[in-house]
Structure formats: structure tokens, C-alpha cells
């Protein structure tokens, strides 16, 4: 598909000014921008509805100074109005910080006080996760949480019914103001907030859009997260910055997911990998296997206009069936992070497995002592030979850091990321050469992050949870090889003396930390090793790498293990039965060789 780009004019890399000038434009002003459910607004409602959402976010800050801070505060599912509370904070000179729904308890405390937010727009449906932490929180008064369901009369109470176009408030806002934090979980204590100026999240849609070919014409879909970097920089950002439209669901929904992108004509979707590996089940399920079926009412039904997706996490092999059954003219899978230090993308024709071509020669892949790795050689059946020599940590060895701004009010994270000139991205992977050019391949993360559903957590905060649990004195949390995405979670577990494991007791422990302990669902375990001891470094910490290297394989743990899959209410033992047909699996993903490295 090709169409003539639009000719915005000049304006500040500030998301106040690009909004005004889209709302502004004969080519935009009029044409619908988002759609959610029988929900439309174009691109000059979505100024006006943003404009209100800034009056209403200053009138209800008051007063701001260093002392009392612009800050606003998410927990929200996706809807326009989280949008338009991201339009309204970017025209309003406020900081937003999205706050991850799956978050409870102390956890969900800390951060809300970490952001020193001082207005809160809570969904409805996790409202009673906030009152369980209210008398915590030390920043937000009472009055200033806010519903969903109330913000609708707050706005025409506060500032001026729907559909009322107002004068910009007039604050100065340049592409240097702190537009949003997005958390990220640092490897020890809360959650991390990285600082996303406007100019950064201009970038991500001038970038993603350039490099992928969106054009005007395209409709995205976001159904992942728009608390999340992949949804906010992958997603909506260039779909805003093309003058394109999108499509909105409240959360993600495998077996919506078609009729979705039928109904609202998506051409283009931001993934992570587990969701695509759902999407394909659920088109499987619907429609009986039969792919004949699939090609008549999914892949050529004349409603299909998808044409790409970008996104990070999925296998080779989801990637060729989602390419075959959605009929897609591409499927570029990225490598990237929320910092936004590093970054690749995979075109048709690169190698597969790989998440594309390094263009950068400050990015290279150093070992623990900060000498470079030499690139992987392959034998004949595609398999690296020279492992321990070609993995480390992924880098960038430079003066300046990119894109990446610094993490919000936490110095120390700042000093141990980016350190005597080269930024640690706490991801493993290696370099393939094809021509002369570099090729990256992602392995996981190192001992003190997981990696899944292209989320990045702490493992030691995972660990400390689990912990609480009354049979448990110590536990280590770490990643694991997964089929078809990044990692799953794998727990070991010391027990105390005379306790006995308790498969369906422990299942139903997690549900509760899940449920008012503070515990992400994505935390949730796996797998679980039942360890008599842990070995322990020379400073008594956990040594994680070596129970990671032999993950749960039983041929190489002697330890009882466990596992649990979608859909199970208890935990389930773990033998080599077990190991072979999941190791089936991993072939038929042609990643095999991540469970014998």
C-alpha cells in the first residue's frame, strides 16, 4: 500500500503542538483518530477532549513547584479517556506516570508515592485495590482519586461539557518536559519510572513508522498496554504521528482479537510474543484446525486489511503461521527497551531468529570483565558452537545515552545503567555476521531480571514474595528457557525442616499474593525446584546463575520439580515424560537449542 504523506507544518517535537496542528489540518481534522467499541473520535475531538482533560488536570493540581509537583497518575485500562488524560498532561506541561494495572498492595503504594502524583485516574474495576493501600498513600488526597466513571462528570462540572472546543491553558511546555514515566521493574526494591520526554515520544513515531512503512491510511490496533512502553512507543505514537487511526480494546483478548481487526479495518499491530502464540490458538480453536477454514474466513476474508505487525518476543514459527494465516506483507520483530538506549529491527530477509541489524557501532556485546565478544559460529544444523564465547551482556559503548533520559528521582539506578561510558542493558545476546553486516540474537536476561510477555521484572522482588509463604525461608526466582516468547518464571524453593512441599497449596498461596499480596500475575512461577540448600557466593547471595543454566531439566536436576500450565488450578510434577513433550514443543518453535545451552 502506498499514499502521499502528509504535509503537517512545522511545529515544536512537543505532543501540545503536534496535536494542535493534526486538529488543524483539512486532511485530519475530521477524520476519525480512535474507535472504541461504537465509540468515535477524530483528530479535532480528541484536541478538544484532551484540552479539557488539561484544564481539569491543572485546576485539580493547584499551585505547582518543585515542592508540589505536576504530576498525574494512571492505573487504567485502555480506553479513550486514558488518552485523552495523555493528550490533556502533554498540552497541560503535566508529567503522567502509567502505573501497571497488575500492581497491589505494598507495591502498588510504593509507586503511586514514588510518583508523587498528586491526581490519580483509577478503572473503576481496580478502585478496590487502591483502597486497600489509601491510608498509605502520602501524596494523592482523597478527593483527587478519581474514577473513571466520575471523570465524566468532573470534566462538565469543572471545566465544560463535551464537545466544547477551549483555548489551549497557557503554560509553556518545550520537547525537554518530562511528558511520561513508565515503569519498569529494577532489580531490586520497586518498580523503576523512566523518564519519557515529548521529543523522546515524538522519536518513537517519526522512528517506527519511518522504518516500518506506516503510512496515512493505517489503523492500529492496541490492545496491549497503554501503561506500557510497546503499546505507547510501537503503537499509538506513530499511528498519532502518520495522521493514521486506532483501534482500542480494554485489555488483550486472544479470541477477540479477529473479529477486532475486522471490524475496526487494523492494518497494523504492536505485539509481544506470548499473546501472538494466543492468537494463533484461538484461531486454531474457532475454527477446528481446518486451514481451509482459516484461509476462507480469516485470512482472505475481504474485511482482513492487516498488513504488519511490530512488536518483540515471538518464535520463528509463530511468526511464519502469523504471516500466513492474518496474510501479512511483514512481521518486523524489534529488540528495544522502555530506555530506548538500543534498538533493532528485523526486515524480511534477515536472518531468522534474529531481531535485525545493529546500525549501531556503539552496540556491542561485552563479557562481565567489559571485554568485547566475538560473533557466533554456527554449525550445520544452525546451532552455535562457540556459546560461552559469543553470549553477553548487550551494550552501548558511547558518550551520550540516546534516547534514554535518566530514571524519574532514582540517581542510583542512573549510576549502575550507564557506567564509565557504556550502557548495560541487563539483557544476553550475541552477533551473528552475514555480509558484513551485524545480526542480534536476544538470550534472555541476566540473573536478576525475567523477561516475559515483553515485560521486564525483578527477580529478587519475585523471590521475596514467594518468600513470605510460611514453608518458605528463602527462595530464588529466576528465568527460564520458553517455547514460544521470552522467558518463563522458575522459582527454587528451600524449605524450612520437616515441611513438605504442597503442589495445589503453594498454586493457591501465589493466587493469593496475586490477589493482595502485591504479586504481578506475569510473577506467577512456572516452574518450581524444591532445592535441600542453595549454593551461595563468597558474600552468602544465592549463586542463581548455575540453577538457571540447568533450568528444568531433569537430566541435569536431581531436585523435585514442578510445573504448571494455562488453565491448571495446582501445581503438577515435572519428569523427563514431562521434559520430552515439552521439548517437542520447543522443536516444533525451532528453539531447541535453548534448552541444552
Known amino acids: 500500500m502506498t499514499s502521499t504523506p502528509i504535509q503537517f507544518p512545522e511545529a515544536d517535537l512537543t505532543l501540545r503542538e503536534q496535536i494542535r496542528v493534526r486538529a488543524e489540518h483539512p486532511d485530519t481534522a475530521?477524520?476519525?483518530?480512535?474507535?472504541?467499541?461504537?465509540?468515535?473520535?477524530?483528530?479535532?475531538?480528541?484536541?478538544?477532549?484532551?484540552?479539557?482533560?488539561?484544564?481539569?488536570?491543572?485546576?485539580r493540581l493547584g499551585a505547582c513547584d518543585e515542592r508540589r509537583p505536576p504530576h498525574v497518575a494512571m492505573l487504567l485500562e485502555n480506553h479513550l479517556e486514558l488518552l485523552s488524560l495523555f493528550g490533556g498532561c502533554g498540552i497541560g506541561g503535566a508529567t503522567l506516570f502509567g502505573i501497571n494495572t497488575g500492581l497491589r498492595g505494598e507495591t502498588l503504594a510504593g509507586v503511586l508515592n514514588h510518583s508523587r502524583a498528586r491526581l490519580l485516574v483509577v478503572d473503576d474495576k481496580l478502585m478496590p485495590e487502591v483502597e486497600r493501600v489509601r491510608a498509605e498513600l502520602r501524596t494523592v488526597p482523597s478527593e483527587n482519586i478519581v474514577t473513571l466513571s466520575e471523570l465524566g462528570a468532573c470534566l462538565e462540572r469543572e471545566v465544560a461539557p463535551a464537545g466544547k472546543s477551549l483555548p489551549y491553558p497557557d503554560i509553556a511546555?518545550?520537547?525537554?518536559?518530562?511528558?511520561?514515566?513508565?515503569?519498569?521493574?529494577?532489580?531490586?526494591?520497586?518498580?523503576?519510572?523512566?523518564?519519557?520526554?515529548?521529543?523522546?515520544?515524538?522519536?518513537?513515531?517519526?522512528?517506527?513508522?519511518?522504518?516500518?512503512?506506516?503510512?496515512?491510511d493505517d489503523t492500529g490496533y492496541a490492545c496491549m498496554p497503554l501503561f506500557h512502553s510497546n503499546a505507547m512507543f510501537v503503537g499509538f505514537m506513530p499511528c498519532f504521528w502518520m495522521g493514521g487511526s486506532m483501534g482500542l480494546r480494554e485489555r488483550f483478548s486472544g479470541?477477540?482479537?479477529?473479529?477486532?481487526?475486522?471490524?475496526?479495518?487494523?492494518?497494523?499491530?504492536?505485539?509481544?510474543?506470548?499473546?501472538?502464540?494466543?492468537?494463533?490458538?484461538?484461531?486454531?480453536?474457532?475454527?477446528?484446525?481446518?486451514?481451509?477454514?482459516?484461509?476462507?474466513?480469516?485470512?482472505?476474508?475481504?474485511?482482513?486489511?492487516?498488513?504488519?505487525?511490530?512488536?518483540?518476543g515471538a518464535s520463528p514459527v509463530d511468526i511464519d503461521k502469523f504471516v500466513a494465516w492474518l496474510g501479512l506483507e511483514d512481521m518486523f520483530e524489534l529488540y528495544g527497551s522502555t530506555e530506548a538506549a538500543i534498538s533493532t529491527l528485523r526486515r524480511m530477509g534477515d536472518p531468522r531468529g534474529s531481531v535485525g541489524e545493529i546500525t549501531d557501532p556503539a552496540v556491542v556485546i561485552l563479557d562481565e570483565h567489559g571485554r568485547e565478544r566475538v560473533p557466533a559460529e554456527l554449525d550445520a544444523e544452525g546451532k552455535i558452537t562457540n556459546y560461552d564465547l559469543a553470549v553477553g551482556e548487550i551494550c552501548r559503548r558511547a558518550a551520550e545515552t540516546g534516547l534514554f533520559q535518566g530514571y524519574f528521582d532514582n540517581p542510583d539506578a542512573n549510576t549502575s545503567k550507564y557506567r564509565d561510558g557504556i550502557y548495560h542493558s541487563g539483557d544476553l545476546g550475541h552477533v551473528l555476521v552475514r555480509n558484513g553486516k551485524r545480526y542480534l540474537y536476544f538470550d534472555g536476561r541476566t540473573d536478576d531480571w525475567i523477561r516475559k510477555d515483553g515485560e521486564n521484572f525483578s527477580a529478587l522482588q519475585v523471590a521475596r514474595l514467594l518468600a513470605e509463604h510460611p514453608d518458605v525461608p528463602l527462595a530464588a526466582a529466576y528465568g527460564v528457557p520458553c517455547a514460544v516468547s521470552d522467558e518463563l518464571v522458575m522459582a527454587a524453593l528451600k524449605l524450612r525442616e520437616g515441611a513438605v512441599f504442597d503442589p495445589k497449596g503453594f498454586f493457591e498461596f501465589c493466587e493469593r499474593q496475586i490477589r493482595d499480596g502485591g504479586m504481578?500475575?506475569?510473577?506467577?512461577?512456572?516452574?518450581?525446584?524444591?532445592?535441600?540448600?542453595?549454593?551461595?557466593?563468597?558474600?552468602?547471595?544465592?549463586?542463581?546463575?548455575?540453577?538457571?543454566?540447568?533450568?528444568f531439566d531433569p537430566r541435569r536436576v536431581s531436585d523435585s520439580l514442578y510445573f504448571r500450565e494455562r488453565g491448571d488450578t495446582s501445581y503438577r510434577a515435572f519428569g523427563p515424560a514431562?521434559?520430552?513433550?515439552?521439548?517437542?514443543?520447543?522443536?516444533?518453535?525451532?528453539r531447541e537449542q535453548v534448552l541444552d545451552r
Open 30 to 59: 475530521n477524520k476519525i483518530f480512535l474507535l472504541q467499541d461504537a465509540r468515535r473520535w477524530t483528530y479535532s475531538q480528541f484536541r478538544d477532549e484532551s484540552t479539557r482533560m488539561a484544564h481539569f488536570v491543572l485546576r
Open 173 to 216: 511546555v518545550t520537547p525537554q518536559t518530562n511528558m511520561m514515566v513508565i515503569y519498569t521493574s529494577g532489580t531490586t526494591g520497586l518498580p523503576k519510572g523512566i523518564n519519557n520526554n515529548h521529543f523522546k515520544l515524538c522519536a518513537t513515531g517519526i522512528g517506527v513508522s519511518t522504518n516500518t512503512g506506516m503510512n496515512r
Open 255 to 312: 479470541s477477540r482479537f479477529v473479529s477486532d481487526i475486522l471490524e475496526y479495518g487494523v492494518t497494523c499491530w504492536n505485539y509481544v510474543g506470548e499473546p501472538v502464540h494466543y492468537v494463533l490458538a484461538a484461531i486454531e480453536k474457532a475454527h477446528g484446525g481446518d486451514p481451509e477454514r482459516i484461509r476462507r474466513e480469516v485470512t482472505e476474508n475481504p474485511k482482513n486489511k492487516l498488513r504488519f505487525a511490530v512488536g518483540n
Open 520 to 551: 504481578d500475575r506475569k510473577w506467577f512461577p512456572d516452574f518450581v525446584r524444591v532445592v535441600p540448600d542453595f549454593e551461595y557466593t563468597g558474600t552468602q547471595k544465592v549463586l542463581v546463575r548455575h540453577l538457571k543454566k540447568v533450568h
Open 578 to 590: 514431562e521434559f520430552e513433550a515439552l521439548r517437542a514443543a520447543f522443536r516444533a518453535a525451532e
